[in-house]
Nanobody, 123 residues
Framework: VRLQASGGGLVQAGDSLRLSCAVS????????MAWFRHAPGKDREFVAA????????EYADSVKGRFTISRDRASGTMYLQMNTLKPEDTAVYYC?????????????????WGQGTQVTVSS
């Protein structure tokens, strides 16, 4: 399974970005997926997760109300709509596919990872 994350960039505080994650293997449509991020000097952080059919989502408190995770099972693509971006959202964002069908915020449940896309938010 290969994951290709895209959509990152340099934006100003208050702007929006939409990240995409294309998955190469159609069987992954039965697995939960998630976004994590890693900022310099910080630990990897859970951002959002979505279950196999998109019916259940969960978010980190730091992004709740600003970010929306979604997926298109037909195309095998996952999205992260990020609104009202803040400088503290600056990080490399990674998409991942879980070994489970249900979503979880534990990185240890995710067995396939993309290469990451840089998001930089200036103040």
């Amino acid at each position: 399974v290969r994951l290709q994350a895209s959509g990152g960039g340099l934006v100003q505080a208050g702007d929006s970005l939409r990240l995409s994650c294309a998955v190469s293997r159609r069987t992954s449509t039965n697995n939960a997926m998630a976004w994590f991020r890693h900022a310099p000097g910080k630990d990897r952080e859970f951002v959002a997760a979505i279950n196999w059919n998109g019916g259940t989502t969960e978010y980190a408190d730091s992004v709740k109300g600003r970010f929306t995770i979604s997926r298109d099972r037909a195309s095998g693509t996952m999205y992260l709509q990020m609104n009202t971006l803040k400088p503290e959202d600056t990080a490399v964002y990674y998409c991942a596919v879980s070994r489970r069908s249900y979503s979880t915020n534990s990185p240890y449940e995710y067995v396939n990872w993309g290469q990451g896309t840089q998001v930089t938010v200036s103040s």
